[in-house]
T-cell receptor, first 113, second 112 residues
Framework: KNQVEQSPQSLIILEGKNCTLQ??????????LRWYKQDTGRGPVSLTI?????NTKSNGRYTATLDADTKQSSLHITASQLSDSASYIC????????????FGTGTRLKVLA | DGGITQSPKYLFRKEGQNVTLSCEQN?????MYWYRQDPGQGLRLIYY???????QKGDIAEGYSVSREKKESFPLTVTSAQKNPTAFYLC???????????FGQGTRLTVV
């Protein structure tokens, strides 16, 4: 069964600190993996996308890694800011079949001043 | 500005009523999708459309209906047959099937 699991479910950190969010996926055949940021009551916005041949991708203070062998991905946030408070959603996509985005349940991050 | 627009942002429905959620995009994307988001759950696909006048059921299509008469529009109707419609609804579009999806800002539907 295709699925995506994220951990932790929620996380609280102080402003300026770093944090890492985890994503494990079982999607086959695998095409790519994306991280989205979703502010409360808003639609998700794409942060990074990686294919199976890429193992790291950065977008400003956000760095995503991908290990296609272990089927794990992480999102590292450096020097967190209050505006980073949001839910972060990991999405894996199958290489075959239609419409197949598999969404994780997200990690809710709260950055405190 | 290019983008995907959902309206209304908040919607209240009485039990037994049908309501229609609007989704419009001016990105010239072929594929459009409707998702439902509930607390503690990942997004679940309701319907998707690859081209005009064609659409397919997703994982939780029961109680919903859609149409795709124009490329830029993909309205979702929540019918009275949907037993638990209170949720956050997200519309998305992508240039082609299985390419990056761009999301609207969502509609929060509440049954009163």
């Amino acid at each position: 069964k295709n699925q995506v699991e994220q951990s932790p479910q929620s996380l609280i950190i102080l402003e300026g600190k770093n944090c890492t969010l985890q994503c494990n996926y079982t999607v086959s055949p695998f095409s790519n993996l994306r991280w989205y940021k979703q502010d409360t009551g808003r639609g998700p916005v794409s942060l990074t996308i990686m294919t199976f041949s890429e193992n790291t991708k950065s977008n400003g203070r956000y760095t995503a890694t991908l290990d296609a062998d272990t089927k794990q991905s992480s999102l590292h946030i450096t020097a967190s800011q209050l505006s980073d408070s949001a839910s972060y959603i990991c999405v894996a996509q199958a290489a075959s079949g239609t419409y197949k985005y598999i969404f994780g349940t997200g990690t809710r991050l709260k950055v405190l001043a | 500005d290019g983008g995907i627009t959902q309206s209304p942002k908040y919607l209240f429905r009485k039990e037994g009523q049908n309501v229609t959620l609007s989704c419009e995009q001016n990105l010239n994307h072929d594929a459009m999708y409707w998702y439902r988001q509930d607390p503690g759950q990942g997004l679940r696909l309701i319907y998707y459309s690859q081209i005009v006048n064609d659409f397919q059921k997703g994982d939780i299509a029961e109680g919903y209906s859609v149409s795709r008469e124009k490329k830029e529009s993909f309205p979702l109707t929540v019918t009275s047959a949907q037993k638990n419609p209170t949720a956050f609804y997200l519309c998305a579009s992508s240039p082609q099937e299985n390419t990056e999806a761009f999301f609207g800002q969502g509609t929060r539907l509440t049954v009163v």
